[in-house]
């Protein structure tokens, strides 16, 4: 059987004269059977035109044929949920399953490096803010590895397996399961970390193979726009290159199983 990419996005432009520019309203993407193509196309324009953010002024809708032997079928990571009380003790055990990853692959002790690895994340975590992409970060050498800086790397090209969603309402934990498996599976990779943007999303989450996808229920405060992804790279693993190329242009379908 063959498949298509459906890839949305939808811009508005803000600023007059030279300050004019295009700005980022909703974006969305599947990866779907023949028959879905259509109606899917529709959904994602509805969901285009019906934005919190305003009115879109350009729309556009890329579609492509997928050639089924090039999609890799990947079983989704088992997920795990962490209650917490506060954001801050949210942060704390997201902080405190990644900094023993990033400490391992170190020369020095994980016990002393637990604190520095730390504070390494929290000014990571804040540089992400501003970018659209994930930050892709080497452990091995300490270097940032995305090719755009501003930008940030973009895991693309992939979807749930069985997904049946056409309405194009946006489920913050459907999209993420499959985004965080395919980034799991990508050459190199240690770990992900992800706080939302979505100023009325408070959930995120850290990932690996190894952790799973362990969801945690509040990581910032309700109302804070600011959020990012870091991918927690191992350079003696594999090249920048290969992990990339595998994030933007590997076809994925995810087959999710389990909720929570
Ligand atoms: C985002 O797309 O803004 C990130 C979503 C994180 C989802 C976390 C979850 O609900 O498991
Ligand atoms: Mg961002
Ligand atoms: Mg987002």
Redesign the pocket.
């Known amino acids: 059987m063959d498949y298509y990419s459906l890839k949305m996005r939808a811009s508005q432009h803000v600023g007059e004269g030279e300050n004019s520019h295009e700005q980022h309203i909703s974006g969305a993407e599947r990866i779907v059977g023949r028959d879905s193509v259509e109606a899917v196309c529709a959904a994602m324009v509805r969901r285009a035109m019906n934005h919190s953010k305003g009115d879109p002024d350009f729309i556009n809708v890329k579609i492509e044929k997928v050639h089924e032997s090039d999609i890799q079928v990947l079983k989704s990571l088992p997920v795990t949920r962490v209650d917490v009380e506060t954001w801050q003790e949210g942060l704390e055990k997201a902080f405190g399953l990644i900094t023993p990853l990033m400490a391992l692959r170190q020369a020095q002790g994980p016990c002393d490096g637990a604190k520095k690895f730390k504070e390494k994340l929290q000014d990571l975590l804040r540089e992400t803010f501003p970018m659209r992409g994930a930050m892709l970060y080497d452990i091995a050498t300490g270097n940032r590895l995305e090719p755009d800086k501003d930008r940030g790397v973009r895991a693309t090209y992939m979807d749930a397996l069985h997904s049946s969603e056409v309405d194009g309402c946006k489920n ?2 459907n ?2 399961i499959v985004l965080a498996t395919k980034v799991a599976n990508a050459p190199g990779m240690v770990a992900e970390f ?1 706080v ?3 100023p009325n ?1 408070v ?3 850290v990932a690996s193979k190894e952790l799973g996808y362990v ?1 945690i229920m509040k990581m910032k405060e309700m109302g804070d726009e600011n ?1 990012g992804r870091i991918f927690l790279f191992d350079s003696r693993k594999a090249s920048a290159e290969e992990c990339i190329e595998y994030l933007q242009k590997k076809k994925v379908l995810v087959d999710v199983v389990g909720r929570t």
Do not use: L, V, W
Request: hydrophobic share 15%.
């Open positions: 913050h934990f999209e993420a992800c939302s943007d979505d999303y959930t995120g989450y969801r959020g």
